[in-house]
């Protein structure tokens, strides 16, 4: 298999048995569904009535312009990630894809609803254009984040949350197929879509730095120091104040290691990096990496026996003061339910008790009409007794005066 370099990429040939060389199939749905791209500024209107301009679109036409018996050769680290310029390439080519209505739509709540033959498809697409050294499971992941931040950015384009649902339904975006527009806006609109936005919003609120990387991975910057290079602008200063308090407490403590390193032999400054990260901005999530990027596992970075990934004695402490705050917390906010239940619970039984009162009232007036209802029937009944009886006696004194009319005069 040749390979040759074009414009700083590694370019590889497919051998004519190969299984993974184009194919018309793989041609035809990279083709056939794949948007034009531009890159061109573009702005937006934000949700405060003000505009916003924005990178437009990727334009990878030294992709586009390879020729199709040629693939873009992507290489991995140790940890299965790609790294290079090749990478970058392909971040934007799976971007692309992601946000290609007719092959990875839209309107599916979330990834994992998204069938397999989509992902399949889109799969295959890219190693029509490119040969791959990383896991067919690490592409199907980053097409999934590629894909939730296309929907991200449409949603926050196009649904406006201060006009009605029908003004919603009819702002499409360009592009884009209305019936999968109008499925995703229903499900925003949606009591679920919008609980499931709050989970978002919280979630994000908890994340205070932000890199500015672009769109290099964290694989690709791993030699370097990824805390100042992915948290500084262009001009060379900190993003926020709080990453500048933070680049300073790496620094000391770094140089508190190097110090004590020189009096005490047992201090190892080898790979420490990681290390001072967790010391300054305290244990990582479970099952995560810092500054490694999506793929990588503490065993798989650290090793099974690692003591790299071992918390400090300081940093047992803290951890332990932590969960007893988060216990004080949580058994403060369970004495909150408890008095909130009590307080419904009593006022349940005061609504109880007002309505048996209620239903006994009720019951005494249903009584008290029924008595009178049978009194008047009684007085009723009483004066057509006493009628009948007075045509009775009317009617023996009529009978009596016929019978003596008719007897012979004496």
């Known amino acids: ?77 140790t940890y299965g990630q790609p790294v290079g310029s090749e990478a970058r390439l392909l971040a934007g080519y799976i971007g692309i894809l992601a946000r290609n209505a007719n092959m990875l739509p839209i309107n599916y709540e979330s990834w994992h609803h998204m069938p397999d033959s989509n992902k399949n498809q889109a799969l295959a697409n890219i190693k029509d254009r490119f040969a791959l050294e990383v896991s067919d499971d690490y592409i199907k992941k980053t097409l999934g984040k590629k894909w939730r931040d296309n929907k991200s950015t449409l949603k926050k384009q196009y649904f406006k949350k201060d006009i009605s649902l029908e003004e919603k339904l009819r702002n499409v975006p360009p592009g884009m197929l209305r019936y999968q527009w109008e499925d995703a806006v229903r499900f925003w609109n949606s009591k679920k879509g919008e609980d499931r936005e709050r989970v978002g919003i919280s979630s994000r609120q908890k994340q205070k730095f932000t890199h500015t990387a672009g769109s290099r991975s964290f694989a690709s910057v791993a030699e370097a120091e990824l805390f100042e290079i992915t948290h500084r602008k262009k001009d060379g200063s900190p993003m926020t104040s709080e990453a500048g308090e933070i680049m300073e407490k790496l620094k000391d403590k770094k140089a508190e290691y190097e110090a004590t390193a020189l009096t005490d032999s047992s201090v190892n400054l080898e790979n420490i990096d990681n290390r001072i990260i967790t010391e300054v901005l305290g244990p990582e999530r479970y099952g995560r990496v810092r500054f490694q990027g999506s793929g990588i596992t503490p065993t798989q970075y650290f090793g099974s026996g690692s003591q790299q990934y071992m918390p400090s004695g300081s940093q047992v402490k803290a951890e332990v003061q932590r969960l007893r705050d988060q216990m004080t917390q949580m058994q403060a906010n369970t004495v909150e339910q408890i008095a909130e239940v009590q307080r419904k619970y009593e006022e349940l039984q005061q609504q109880l008790r007002a309505e048996a009162v209620e239903r006994e009232a009720a019951a005494a007036e249903r009584e008290a009409a029924a008595a009178a209802r049978e009194a008047a029937a009684a007085a009723r009944e009483a004066e057509h007794r006493k009628k009948y009886d007075d045509l009775q006696l009317q009617l023996q004194q009529m009978m009596q005066m016929f019978q003596q009319s008719q007897k012979p005069p004496s």
Do not use: C, H, W
């Open 1 to 77: 298999m040749s390979r040759r370099r074009l414009r700083g990429l590694s370019i590889v040939q497919n051998s004519p048995n190969s299984e993974e060389g184009n194919s018309e199939q793989q041609t035809a749905v990279g083709s056939s569904n794949v948007p034009e791209t531009l890159d061109e500024p573009e702005e937006f209107q934000t949700e405060n009535g003000g505009t916003r301009r924005v990178r437009g679109r990727t334009l990878l036409s030294d992709l586009y312009d390879l020729d199709p018996a040629n693939r873009v050769k992507v290489s991995r680290n």
